[in-house]
Every structure is written in structure tokens, then in C-alpha cells.
């Protein structure tokens, strides 16, 4: 249940801030957007797992892990 409710919480975080810098034209956001989006994959991932859709759920971590690794990346060099 809480799950679901990070979940959602996360990709409206996403949604925001993808929204905000599109129209805005301002890409100063794109690490933190990054990273909700990892978080967003994440639980997903483990939202999968838990549903015993072990390929779609391990396919979920490992691109929110590289999402993880592009978003620190990004705020290393910022």
C-alpha cells in the first residue's frame, strides 16, 4: 500500500518538474528530476517483484540504477 503511494507520489514529483522545465525552458532541474525518476523506477521495480514479475522487475532496478548513476553524474559536474 505504501508502495503504490511513493510510487505515485514520486512520478507526480516527476511529472512537475518535467512539466516546469519544459515550459520554462529552464534545464537547471534535470539532476533532481533524475533522480525522483529513479526513485519512481525503483519502486516500481520492487512493486513488480513483489507481483512475482521477476523479469519486468529487475528490468525496473536496473534502469532506475542507471538512472541513479546519470543523475549523480550530473550532479557532480553541475
Known amino acids: 500500500m505504501f508502495l503504490k503511494l511513493y510510487a ?34 525503483l519502486l516500481s521495480g520492487l512493486g ?6 521477476y523479469y519486468w522487475g529487475y528490468v525496473n532496478i536496473g534502469i532506475s540504477l542507471f538512472v541513479f548513476f546519470v543523475s549523480i553524474e550530473s550532479f557532480i559536474t553541475n
Open 48 to 53: 513488480e517483484l513483489r507481483k512475482k514479475r
Open 8 to 41: 505515485a507520489v514520486s512520478a507526480i514529483i516527476v511529472l512537475c518538474l518535467g512539466s516546469y522545465s519544459l515550459i520554462s525552458q529552464n534545464f537547471h532541474l534535470m539532476p533532481l528530476l533524475l533522480f525522483f525518476l529513479g526513485i519512481t523506477l
